[in-house]
């Protein structure tokens, strides 16, 4: 069995309101891991955590709990000095371009500054990596001279992508990186993400809210519901045979782009709960179909499905009786 | 006959430069549709193509410098555009009503839900304020919002997006509309969220004999809650038809190019989607296709004026040159 690239181990985190002081429980324990060359989908309702298990992977944020092994070490413990050390191997792209870059330096300086920092190249092999990283993101160099606001919002994730991959990590979050894009230009990014992954053999979890872009990119699923990993596996085996009851109501709300596609649905009701009122039990059971009393009592652990590649957390599963009525 | 129609709508934003001239961006170019009761309408298309546009400028509710300047909209059997003022007023919110996106913003933040609710039922009719409160209660109901009387005093910070977007609804409903435009009335909320939204906009649809336009991003939207669609390019719809009919048989470029960028499509594997593009400058519009730039099939005749055509069933296209583009689409 190899080695993990990396390893998420009860990772939590809970914020404190500075008004307030009301505690939210933002993560929960999550588990799970990632190896080299792999996307990892993790999908979940807004509010579920998922950016934050993304800020605490590359370790923007730090865990109030659980560890974080990458290549071998923890690093949720580290420092901010040790922790920039790391950001060349660990990179992260955002869901909103716009915001994410520097509207007073030009194209060319943004995906040039991750290298100033992180490696000792030469002005001229600097400025050929630029171009070369340029060319592999399917940006016109003509573009490297121009200032964000003079490009397209694809044409701006392009170059968060090329920032992100300029120093060759091991690993990249991608929040949401292309729900702000139409879609033709989404196309052409997933496209070019699909590319990257063979060119550099990164690993990425792949952040979204939208189910049809995950299942075209992932090979493992992670399905997150106030904190909780409720169900991961392989991607076709989540999609095909979700075997939590909240897996299976979220992709029957999902609406394929294609009018033949015959709906199967069993509408939830209400709206995921606040994570600062966390009911007492399993995290789904104010929604639940299938709800029973003892679903109140303790937190459902995580269990086997067949042999053990899919793995959800519901008290129904082992006996069977974990399908909602679609 | 139907509902809503409009016939070759004009928008301009005119504006001066800094050295006062006179500047003019063709915001909407000749956008003709209609809109039956009982059927939904999607307008689709990308990011600036008109489609908000569209329903502010048959609303008139266009701030300046934007500006109709061309064309007609007919709403049961009378000419929006020769309304005066006043009349218009009273027929949005009570005939159209419009449903936005981010819907906390369209609700006042000092008026509890209920008093909103009350008052754009009293501005358009003569109702007593109690007929009214029990008419909000009862919206309030029909939308799905649990406990509706207790809702009636809520402030609309404590609403979450999901309720929030109900109460809008309710709103709408209020007077009974004919027509009612939302525009990406579902973007920001969670798909098991926006489900129960879509359903009850459709139950509407069916149940009142309403008519509603949809304008989204979402395709798949348009494929299980719309009747008939129509793509929007750079102020103009490029084509429109049955939604079946045109998922099956898309005939612009844009449109191919669209449907086959859907992350079903993409599954397929069948073929590569060449990405977007810039859209064009609305300042400097091409003279005839707006497509041209982004368009491998474009040649010298895609210069000239064009027309919405008719290419099938109630399916119509705006494109010289739809025998190239079938033979040449990669299959
Ligand atoms: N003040 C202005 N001057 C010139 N052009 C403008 C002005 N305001 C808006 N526009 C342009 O009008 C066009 C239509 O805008 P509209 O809001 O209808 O787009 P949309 O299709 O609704 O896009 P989205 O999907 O982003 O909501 C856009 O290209 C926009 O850039
Ligand atoms: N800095 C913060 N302070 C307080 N609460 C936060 C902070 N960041 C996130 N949260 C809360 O944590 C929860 C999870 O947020 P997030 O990870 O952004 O979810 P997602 O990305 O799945 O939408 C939300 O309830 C959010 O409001
Ligand atoms: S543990 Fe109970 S409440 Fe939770 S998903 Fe399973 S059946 Fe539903
Ligand atoms: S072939 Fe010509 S008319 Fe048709 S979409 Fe392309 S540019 Fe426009
Ligand atoms: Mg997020
Ligand atoms: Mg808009």
Redesign the pocket.
């Known amino acids: 069995m190899t080695e993990p690239l990396l390893r998420a181990d009860k990772l939590t985190k809970h914020f404190v309101t500075p008004r307030t002081g009301q505690t939210v429980r933002a993560v929960n324990g999550v588990s799970f891991e990632m190896f080299a060359g792999q996307t990892v989908g993790m999908v979940g309702e807004s509010g579920s955590g998922k950016s934050t298990v993304g800020r605490m992977v590359v370790r923007l944020l730090k865990p109030t709990q659980g560890s974080v092994t990458f290549r071998g070490r923890d690093i949720a413990p580290l420092r901010d000095r040790a922790v920039r050390a790391l950001r060349s191997d660990l990179q992260m792209v955002f869901q909103d371009p716009w915001s994410a870059l520097n509207p007073r330096m030009r194209v060319k300086r943004i995906i040039q500054e991750p290298l100033l920092l992180h490696s000792k190249l030469s002005d001229s092999e600097r400025s050929d990596r630029v171009e070369e990283i340029a060319r592999s993101v399917r940006l016109n160099t003509d573009l490297l001279t121009r200032f964000p606001g003079e490009l397209s919002g694809g044409q701006l994730q392009r170059v968060c992508i090329a920032r992100a991959i300029a120093t060759s990590p091991g690993l990249i979050v991608l929040d949401e990186p292309t729900s702000s894009l139409d879609l033709s230009v989404r196309a052409g990014i997933l496209d070019l993400l699909q590319e990257l992954r063979e060119e550099t053999g990164a690993a990425m979890l792949f952040i979204s809210h939208d189910l049809g872009t995950v299942r075209l990119v992932s090979d493992h699923i992670l399905v997150l519901y106030l904190g909780h990993i409720v169900e991961s596996g392989p991607m076709a085996k989540v999609f095909d045979e979700p075997a939590h009851p909240y897996t299976q109501t979220l992709l029957s709300a999902h609406l394929p782009a294609d009018p033949r596609t015959q709906l199967h649905r069993h509408l939830l009701e209400g709206e995921i709960p606040s994570p600062i009122d966390m009911p007492p039990g399993c995290p789904f059971s104010t929604r639940c179909p299938l709800v029973r009393d003892e679903c109140r009592t303790a937190l459902p652990p995580m269990v086997d499905i067949g042999d053990g590649a899919q793995r959800a957390a519901c008290i129904r599963i082992r006996e069977g009786s974990n399908q909602v009525p679609l | 006959m139907s509902l809503l129609q409009v016939r070759d709508l004009h928008t301009h934003?005119i504006?001066r430069n800094l050295d006062n001239e006179i500047r003019v961006?063709k915001?909407l170019n000749g956008v003709s549709f209609e809109v039956s009761r009982g059927e939904v309408l999607g307008l689709v298309?990308?990011?600036?193509?008109?489609?908000?546009?569209?329903a502010y400028s048959v609303m008139d509710l266009l701030k300046p410098?934007?500006k109709v300047v061309g064309g007609t909209v007919e709403f049961d059997g009378r000419n929006l555009r020769d309304l005066e003022a006043e009349d218009m007023n009273k027929l949005r919110g009570s005939e159209i009503a419009m449903v936005v996106q981010n819907p906390r913003s369209s609700l006042d933040p000092l008026t509890r839900v209920g008093e909103q609710l009350i008052r754009v039922h009293t501005a358009h009719t003569d109702t007593s304020e109690s007929a009214a409160r029990a008419r909000a209660i009862e919206k309030l109901g029909a939308v799905g919002i649990p406990a509706p009387e207790q809702r009636m005093r809520a402030w609309p910070h404590e609403l979450s997006g999901g309720m929030a977007q109900r109460v809008l609804i309710a709103m709408a409903l209020m007077n009974e509309p004919k027509l009612i435009i939302a525009d990406?009335p579902t973007t920001g909320l969670d798909v098991t969220v926006q489900a129960q939204i879509l359903d009850l906009l459709r139950e509407l649809v069916v149940t009142h004999n309403v008519a509603a336009m949809v304008?989204t991003?979402d395709l798949g939207i348009v494929a299980h809650y719309c009747n008939r669609m129509a793509v929007?390019f750079a102020g103009r719809i490029v084509e429109t038809g049955d939604v079946e009919t045109v998922f099956d048989n898309p005939s612009h470029p844009y449109t191919r190019t669209l449907i086959a960028s859907t992350p079903e499509r993409l599954k397929e594997g069948k073929q590569k989607v060449l990405g977007g593009g810039a859209?064009p400058n609305?300042y400097n519009l091409p003279p005839g296709c707006h497509y041209v730039e982004r368009c491998r099939f474009a040649d010298e005749s895609c210069n000239k004026p064009l027309s919405l055509d008719q290419v099938g069933d109630g399916h119509f296209a705006m494109c010289t040159r739809l025998d190239a583009v079938r033979e040449g689409w990669p299959s």
């Open positions: 934003f504006s961006a915001a298309g990308e990011t600036g193509a008109g489609k908000s546009l569209t410098p934007a990406e304008i991003h929007m859209p609305l």
